[in-house]
T-cell receptor, first 113, second 115 residues
Framework: KAGVTQTPRYLIKTRGQQVTLSCSPI?????VSWYQQTPGQGLQFLFE???????NKGNFPGRFSGRQFSNSRSEMNVSTLELGDSALYLC????????????FGQGTRLTVV | GENVEQHPSTLSVQEGDSAVIKCTYS??????FPWYKQELGKGPQLIID???NVGEKKDQRIAVTLNKTAKHFSLHITETQPEDSAVYFC???WGYGGSQGNLIFGKGTKLSVKP
């Protein structure tokens, strides 16, 4: 099976712009979660989608949003970018059986200048 | 909410020695505890996990133990090799019914294995 695919791998944006990141989960997985990774804060949960519904949301401002499509692919959007949004954004997909774990993609490195 | 503490932040061992990384969690509702290995430039890789109804799990050179009463769990790597060098993260979650819940991560342990 192909792994979790995130696009693009690298992105440079200017303050105030918005950005959309994409995640294609492992075939058959219906759960997609998003995480932000920074040197200072570590790995932080953003939100989780399951069968097109947001199941959980982390403690991030409303500028961070996401959605999931019927084929389980997911996108996250960040509006009005700030310098502090520079981070590695990771997507993880999960099987219906939680005992099989969550699997991460390689991430999208976002730099805000 | 859940909080996960991870120690040590850095760990240096000689090749062939064992390495132990410890984590504590705060929310007794957490029922799923995975461990991830992250190499430079890559996403975290799931290496082993344990559910709250199990006390220990082994996979070749890697083992995880869970003490629900004390709310702590540990990763044990035996016969370490240079390729084990990476950052290791523990996490806790209360996943349910097809959902992963949300993973709350420790701050990570940078493991260096010296040849």
């Amino acid at each position: 099976k192909a792994g979790v695919t995130q696009t693009p791998r690298y992105l440079i944006k200017t303050r105030g712009q918005q950005v959309t990141l994409s995640c294609s989960p492992i075939s058959g997985h219906r759960s997609v979660s998003w995480y932000q990774q920074t040197p200072g804060q570590g790995l932080q949960f953003l939100f989780e989608y399951f069968s097109e519904t947001q199941r959980n949301k982390g403690n991030f401002p409303g500028r961070f949003s996401g959605r999931q499509f019927s084929n389980s692919r997911s996108e996250m959007n960040v509006s009005t970018l700030e310098l502090g949004d520079s981070a590695l954004y990771l997507c993880a997909s999960g099987d219906r059986d939680i005992n099989k774990g969550a699997f991460f993609g390689q991430g999208t490195r976002l730099t805000v200048v | 909410g859940e909080n996960v503490e991870q120690h040590p932040s850095t760990l240096s061992v000689q090749e062939g020695d064992s390495a132990v990384i410890k984590c504590t969690y705060s929310d007794s509702a957490s029922n799923y505890f995975p461990w991830y290995k992250q190499e430079l430039g890559k996403g975290p890789q799931l290496i082993i996990d344990i559910r709250s109804n199990v006390g220990e799990k082994k996979d070749q050179r890697i083992a995880v133990t869970l003490n629900k009463t004390a709310k702590h769990f540990s990763l044990h790597i035996t016969e370490t090799q240079p390729e084990d060098s990476a950052v290791y993260f523990c996490a806790a979650s209360w996943g349910y019914g097809g959902s992963q819940g949300n993973l709350i991560f420790g701050k990570g342990t940078k493991l260096s294995v010296k040849p």
